[in-house]
């Protein structure tokens, strides 16, 4: 198999034992004599499936009794306009730190009043804006807390005197979190939890029932936790991926052994663009950092030297490291499942290109 | 690899060749070094695969200029919902054949007046209503046209004088249909063109944006129109299954070539109940038999022995012939991948069954 260095933004590189565990599955699951997407998601073996998975996620976040964790289709931007659905009565306030924030504002509008509280659009979201003056006749508070098109990160946590709602797409099982600080915690699972195909919903029960409207049954919490994501039929192969992804992080020693990988392999980039590198540079502000998305250009000394060396790093193995458009230059995004020495042949890469010139 | 018939009613038994080469591409695609799930969806394999997929789809149903054919997550329930929002203005008539049906009935209530113009509850769903007096005034007349746990099936094409919606989760690609007569089409993938995981919508341009209200951003089947389904991440895995699952249905012959064998499977096994068994008996009304789903249950001088018979059914390698609780007895699902030799293994098993009695 040909060897490459994955840093793709999502979907992205999965750890290899969950791919090939769930490679075995597809053919013959459990010696059925049938595919594991050959199988009713009412079998005992889905349920299993299912039930495993759901107690990955209460284990490795420490998820506190009154929550409940849903597995749905239609991916975190179907969540844009279903959690404002089920929370927003009058108004909700939302933080607005990049292009996915701003999506989930647009739906919110459909929905009540929107206060965006924070942006940082002033400056093309190269930082994570300040978060005060949490509005206390809000329903809650919407943040997005990496932003994968910018490369930045909340830091800290928030307390909010309104419930806390996030959109964790990017940055979920990178480190401990503490659960109980938020109301709703949702994301795609194609970045650090599995294949695209599914959405997480961590949503604590006590925040339901409370709005006027009616809400059609596939958008109501409320229907999936009362059938455990059962409801209609599973994505049943994303939720069996996810789970088997699950494992692995449970088995490199959970989210601590898994964050302080994260900010080994962050460093090593970071170091390089801040202490030696002359040719590249980092774009989000160093307070703002995302440890997932590592996002830098070329000097203005050296711009025209991009394209070269977007060739010469693909010519090495490097898949995905051209940025967002509306950075430009590159990104490398480093995910749970990448290894240090990834990142490493990725500076040992830039080291030996900057040595040309 | 254990020898079994899978005969489940959904998530259902798929090509042996569309599910191998998923999983070799899961392992690795197109010798990239990454498995399927760790390539971007805006790269160009994927683009291929999501362009070969609609295009297989507008070819082998034949699909006119004017249709668009969608991959969406969330499962045919989220079309429930989806549909009206699209093209709910006032009124839309819906047909009462089944379980389904009323679930779509119960959603489109949400958004407008509905009238059941049909309905078969009377006899517990085990006939096709007969349709008749479609109101004009209807923005759309909502048919299903197979009723996956009844077992029956709309034979015979309808002409509506209003736009036609059909849900055809459970027959779609089972046989040539004429798509101008309809609106839109939609349905689960999970039985015959894939796995549990995307939703297909044929969709024609020209109904769409007919209605006042606001539609959020992912409910909106313009959206979707616009980005080729690629507005958000799509299900990769599922769409790539898919489109391996309708490769192989081209290569049988189309949708004629099929079409001719589920005949052969159905008249197998409905030939044994109706001309040879005295044990077993259909359940459904002869006229709306269905083809993909087909339902029966012992003589009342022989019902104590169902449980007997499904364990002896079992030990033979027969999966998933338990009928739904709503009806009872036995359903043996002939999904397009379903060999005959399977429906034959199955009506031998009967036969020696009866043998004993």
Same mark, same amino acid.
């Given at each position: ?86 929370? @927003? ?74 419930? @806390? ?193």
């Amino acid at each position: 198999m040909k060897q490459v260095y994955n840093f793709n933004a999502g979907p992205c590189i999965l750890p290899r034992v969950a791919v090939e565990k769930t490679a075995q599955a597809l053919l013959d699951l459990n010696g059925s004599g049938m595919s594991l997407i050959e199988i009713s998601h009412r079998s005992k073996d889905f349920e299993a499936i299912n039930s495993e998975c759901i107690a990955l996620w209460k284990e490795l976040l420490s998820i506190p009794d009154g929550y409940h964790v849903l597995f749905l289709g239609g991916g975190a931007s179907l969540q844009f306009c279903m959690l404002p659905y089920n929370l @927003l009565g009058a108004k909700a306030a939302y933080v607005e730190s990049g292009s996915w924030a701003k999506k989930a504002i647009k739906e919110a509008k459909l929905f009540g009043e929107v206060a965006v509280i924070a942006s940082s659009s002033d400056k093309n979201y190269s930082y994570y804006p300040a978060i005060a003056d949490i509005p206390r006749d809000a329903d809650y508070l919407h943040i997005t807390t990496n932003n994968t098109i910018y490369g930045t990160e909340l830091h800290g946590s928030i307390d909010s005197p309104v419930p @806390l709602v996030a959109d964790m797409s990017s940055d979920i099982m990178s480190r401990p979190i503490d659960v109980s600080k938020y109301g709703v915690i949702y994301g795609g699972a194609q970045k650090n939890v599995g294949p695209a195909g599914v959405a997480f919903v961590i949503v604590k029960e006590a925040l339901l029932g409370k709005v006027k409207r009616a809400i059609p049954t596939m958008l109501d919490y409320r229907t999936h936790i009362a059938e455990k994501s059962l409801f209609n039929t599973p994505p049943v192969f994303a939720v069996y991926a996810m789970c088997e992804t699950l494992k692995w992080i449970k088995a490199q020693g959970g989210l601590q052994a898994i964050a302080a990988l994260n900010r080994k392999k962050a460093d090593t980039l970071y170091g390089y663009l801040d202490n030696e590198s002359k040719m590249f540079v980092g774009t989000a502000d160093k307070a703002s950092r995302s440890l997932m998305n590592i996002c830098f250009v070329m000097t203005e000394q050296y711009k025209d030297k991009e394209e070269e060396f977007l060739n010469v790093a693909k010519a090495a193995g490097m898949v995905g490291i051209k940025g967002h458009r509306s950075v430009g230059g590159f990104r490398a995004s480093t995910y749970n499942a990448l290894p240090l020495s990834g990142v490493q042949a990725l500076v040992e890469c830039m080291r030996e290109f900057e040595k040309k010139f």
